[in-house]
């Protein structure tokens, strides 16, 4: 079993910018392959960006393209997310995800994720 824990949320302006972390206490990260997944209210929970254990590979939601970028620092066992430009319809609770193994056809989809932190708020303002 693999606890994840998010952080970083919170209220930010549009255009603003936010750094979520994910860890796992305990635990090392190094060997999953870790997504990002968002859900705003009445919405279904949707892919935000995905990366590989080795951090070669990144994939991106085509919403976020550009703004967000993820990450990992594995000496620090942490995943983050960077969000950058931010948008009102950013605003959804972000949730982190740990993954055996994703690949090209399976990142976007969160059946792929065995575990899952509880999530963070992110609210953007006008």
């Known amino acids: 079993q693999v606890q994840l824990v998010e952080s970083g949320g919170g209220l930010v302006q549009a255009g603003g910018s936010l750094r979520l972390s994910c860890a796992a206490p305990g635990r090392p990260l190094s060997m999953y392959d870790m997504g990002w997944f968002r859900q705003a209210p009445g919405n279904k929970r949707e892919f935000v960006a995905a990366?590989?254990?080795?951090?070669?590979?990144?994939y991106y939601a085509d919403s976020v393209k550009g703004r967000f970028a993820i990450s990992r620092v594995y000496g620090k066992n942490t995943v983050f997310l960077q969000m950058n430009s931010v948008k009102i319809e950013d605003t959804a609770v972000y949730y982190c995800a740990a993954a055996v193994s994703i690949h090209s056809g399976s990142y976007s989809t969160d059946s792929t994720y065995a575990y899952w932190g509880q999530g963070t708020q992110v609210t953007v303002s006008s």
């Open positions: 990366i590989t254990w080795s951090g070669s590979l990144t």
